[in-house]
Nanobody, 122 residues
């Protein structure tokens, strides 16, 4: 069983910063692609940033230059550093991880975090 636990969200003023963390735990062999998505009330979930197992990174246009995705393989943790936050960044943020498990190395499993709220407001 694999779990993703997110942390680091909360309330921040416009222009401020937050760092989201997503720690994967359980029976994990290898973490492949990782990503962060967000969903604002009444809107569809959208990609914020993604990093492939090969190291390619893709950012949504609305966060380029402000957000940075990174990972710590030793800790099975994915981060999203968010700077220069705007009110329109307010949303629930979800991490997504593709991984393999020791029991089935030829199968890629996808997991979602539970979502963590980020509110940007003065």
């Amino acid at each position: 069983q694999v779990q993703l636990v997110e942390s680091g969200g909360g309330l921040v003023q416009p222009g401020g910063s937050l760092r989201l963390s997503c720690e994967a735990s359980g029976s994990i062999f290898s973490i492949l692609g990782v990503g962060w998505y967000r969903q604002a009330p009444g809107k569809q979930r959208e990609l914020v940033a993604a990093r492939t197992s090969g190291g390619m990174i893709n950012y949504a246009d609305f966060v380029k230059g402000r957000f940075t995705i990174s990972r710590d393989n030793a800790k099975n943790t994915v981060y999203l550093q968010m700077n220069s936050l705007k009110p329109e960044d307010t949303a629930a943020y979800y991490c997504h991880v593709d991984l393999t498990i020791p029991e089935a190395l030829d199968v890629v499993y996808s997991y979602w975090g539970q979502g963590i709220p980020v509110t940007v407001s003065s």
